[in-house]
């Protein structure tokens, strides 16, 4: 009888720590030491069930030395349960404090993120109305210089006019760069056609774009970093891949922003190739994006073009319309 009790407690508390176990395994990341431990925990919980119908048979007597394995037996099973149940605690409070450090290192990244920001509208500002005027009134102060006798003064004025003219023009663009009112003010789709159409005009790049977002307005975190981003993949393609042609598609499906950008140049052998290229760099445009819980995918190979995609989650992101 004593034994039959027995062996029935260990049976239950071999089953419960193997399914422990086995339940453990995803935390463990498949860790092969603890994927064998978890396989004998299940042969030795097997085996203690295939005694079972031995004891009813009386194929196994109940002798003091069987009833002392079998309870011994109970306590070795008892021990594991009470083991892995500490142990799952500790992976719990594993995953708690990783996910406190993935939250922490967001708000980190948010913070420089947003101190970037702030700092780029603060030096645009003291461009457009600090440097802007002056220059603005010294145009004027040399459209009210009487006409000179001398033909090479009136020369002299022509070329001071004419670089007051450009470094007006260089402020205002600098400004615009630093932190871009349409952006700001009429959102992702705005500011990026105003970029492409300028950098356009100036180069012999194509662009074609898709979207279904015209009017469509985001989190301004979201917004900010994909127009970083897409920046700078331009500006990676202007310099770089020698490409005459540059397609990006935004399509918004459900909850998801998804982003292709292709261009038809020379391509990149690597993914490190492009991490040690000058400029924003792919470390930074991972950052850009991993702090509004984006990613970005590139596809590689020289001499094929080069291709981006963003995924963009916006569940959490307010969105709104004009």
Request: glycine content about 6%.
């Amino acid at each position: 009888m004593y034994l039959k009790i027995a062996l029935l407690l260990s049976i239950v508390m071999q089953v419960i720590t193997a399914l422990i176990a086995v339940s453990l395994i995803h935390k463990t990341r498949f860790n092969v030491s603890w994927i064998l431990l978890t396989i004998a925990l299940l042969l030795m919980a097997i085996r203690r069930v295939y005694e079972l119908p031995q004891v009813v048979d009386g194929i196994i007597v109940d002798s003091p030395f069987n009833l002392f394995a079998s309870w011994m037996s109970f306590v070795i099973s008892l021990c594991f349960l009470v083991a892995l149940i500490f142990v799952r605690k500790i992976f719990n409070m594993i995953v708690r404090a990783e996910n406190a450090r993935k939250i922490m290192d967001r708000k980190v990244l948010d913070a420089i993120i947003k101190a970037e920001e702030n700092e780029r509208k603060r030096l645009a500002k003291e461009l457009h109305d600090g440097l802007g005027p002056l220059l603005s009134n010294l145009k004027m102060t040399l459209s009210a210089l009487a006409p000179a006798p001398d033909e090479n003064q009136q020369e002299l004025i022509r070329n001071m006019k004419q670089v007051v003219n450009e470094s007006i023009m260089a402020i205002r663009e600098i400004s615009n760069n630093l932190s871009p009112h349409v952006l700001e003010n009429f959102g992702l789709l705005s500011a990026l056609k105003a970029f492409t159409g300028k950098v356009g005009e100036g180069s012999k790049i194509r662009f074609d774009m898709e979207e279904n977002i015209a009017d469509k307005r985001f989190h301004p975190n979201l917004e900010i970093a994909l127009y970083r981003v897409l920046c700078e993949l331009v500006t990676n393609t202007l310099k770089h891949s020698g490409a005459t042609e540059v397609f990006i598609r935004i399509n918004l499906s459900g909850e998801l922003l998804l982003i292709d950008y292709y261009d038809n140049g020379a391509g990149i052998e690597s993914e490190k190739q492009l991490s040690g290229s000058k400029g924003m760099g792919l470390s930074n445009m991972v950052s850009r994006l991993k702090s509004v819980n984006s990613k970005i995918v590139f596809n590689t190979g020289a001499g094929f073009g080069f291709a981006a995609h963003l995924t963009c989650p916006i569940e959490n992101q307010a969105l709104t319309t004009f």
